[in-house]
Structure formats: structure tokens, C-alpha cells
């Protein structure tokens, strides 16, 4: 019964590249979420996606930030043009929806920015 | 704006001691509740759930909710160094077909041998 799956785990990006981070939910789960952790801060949503649709994007920045989740393969977040203030953890979660669910996270993305 | 506040530490505590760890959240009709522990470095992971007022025990672990106070606390019994980690709220609010969660910024627990 694999969790959620992130890749990659690692990842540097030059200034100006793009940055594609995918994440595979749990089997059977329907709702996705990111979110970015800077060193010793909190968690910061980003975005919540169900199959083919953004439920919620207020967390993520307009520009260069983009996520989907289509119906057949992982959610991606992908990041243009990355300058080095995108450096952080990304992590995603899933769930099966539901007020008595938490959410399982995966073991995240690094991505530094150099 | 929905918000969920702890202290951030860090909380210091003795091998073999009870950590209390405290949340309070400002959306009075929020539902669900949830507490996750982080390890340097590692994801966070889901560790209790608690949606009615009162009293939730698992193993050594205890989640205690007073909606009417707006505030859920963990408290973690006979504490060992491998809880030392960042303790995560997570706060559910209401709302048909919405499940995302807000977390607090956490506290840093250390339990010393």
C-alpha cells in the first residue's frame, strides 16, 4: 500500500529554469494539496486540486506557478523561471476527502536554486 | 483570515515528563483537528485526530479539544528523546466539499536524556 510518492527528491534548478515537481497520491485518494516549508517555518498552502479541477489556488503566486492534476497520471507543480527565493521544500498531500481525514504527506521535493 | 497559533518553542523537557503542547485557532466553527510531528528534515506525519470536545488518548499520546476556548492541545506522556521533533496544528474548517487544512508555524519539543 504505497503512500503518497514524490519526485524528484532532490532537485537544482538554475536561475531562469523551470522546475517540475510531480506527486503520485495515495491509491483511491482524489484530493491533492501543496505546500512549501521554508527552513524552520511553517507550512505554507499553496494549491488544492481534485481530478482535473483547482479547488483552491490562494496560496500560490499568479506568475510562474502553475499546478494540475489530470486525470490519469500525478499531480505537478511547476515552477517557471525560477529565481532563488523558490528554494524550499515542497511538499504534497492527499486524502480521501472528508472531515475525519487527515492528510498523508509525501517525503517531499528540495529544490535549490543556484 | 483563518489562523492557527502556537508557540514555537523550543519546549524543554526531561526524559520521562509529560509535554503539553497548545494550539488555539480563530475560526470558532471549525470542526476537525489534527496533530502532526515533523522531524528535522522529513515530512510531516499525521500522529492524532480529534473532532469532539474532550479527551482522545492513543498510547502515550493525548489530544485534548475545547471548542467553546477555541483550543486544542497534545499531551505526550512519559516523553522520550525520539519524540524530540516540531509539532504540528492542523485546523479543519467547515465547509461543504473543502478539506484543507491550515497549520500552525509548530513547536520545537526537546526531550533531554
Known amino acids: 500500500n504505497a503512500g503518497v510518492m514524490q519526485n524528484p527528491r532532490h532537485l537544482v534548478r538554475r536561475r531562469g529554469q523551470e522546475a517540475r515537481l510531480r506527486c503520485s497520491p495515495v491509491?483511491?485518494?482524489?484530493?491533492v494539496y501543496w505546500y512549501r516549508q521554508l527552513p524552520e517555518e511553517g507550512l505554507k498552502f499553496m494549491v488544492y486540486?481534485?481530478?482535473?479541477?483547482?479547488?483552491?489556488e490562494s496560496g500560490m503566486p499568479k506568475e510562474r506557478f502553475s499546478a494540475e492534476f489530470p486525470k490519469e497520471g500525478p499531480s505537478i507543480l511547476r515552477i517557471q523561471q525560477v529565481v532563488r527565493g523558490d528554494s524550499a521544500a515542497y511538499f504534497c498531500?492527499?486524502?480521501?476527502?472528508?472531515?475525519?481525514?487527515?492528510?498523508?504527506f509525501g517525503s517531499g521535493t528540495r529544490l535549490t536554486v543556484v | 483570515q483563518k489562523e492557527v497559533e502556537q508557540n514555537s518553542g523550543p519546549l524543554s523537557v526531561p526524559e520521562g515528563a509529560i509535554a503539553s503542547l497548545n494550539c488555539t485557532y480563530s475560526d470558532r466553527v471549525s470542526q476537525s483537528f489534527f496533530w502532526y510531528r515533523q522531524y528535522s528534515g522529513k515530512s510531516p506525519e499525521l500522529i492524532m485526530s480529534?473532532?469532539?470536545?474532550g479527551d482522545k488518548e492513543d498510547g502515550r499520546f493525548t489530544a485534548q479539544l475545547n471548542k467553546a476556548s477555541q483550543y486544542v492541545s497534545l499531551l505526550i506522556r512519559d516523553s522520550q528523546p525520539s519524540d524530540s521533533a516540531t509539532y504540528l496544528c492542523?485546523?479543519?474548517?467547515?465547509?461543504?466539499?473543502?478539506?484543507?487544512?491550515?497549520f500552525g508555524k509548530g513547536t520545537k519539543l526537546s526531550v533531554i536524556p
Open positions: 480529534i473532532y469532539s470536545n
Open positions: 492542523a485546523v479543519m474548517p467547515p465547509g461543504a466539499g473543502s478539506y484543507q487544512l491550515t
Open positions: 486540486l481534485q481530478k482535473e479541477n483547482i479547488i483552491d
Open positions: 491509491k483511491g485518494h482524489s484530493h
Open positions: 498531500a492527499s486524502s480521501p476527502g472528508g472531515l475525519t481525514y487527515g492528510y498523508t
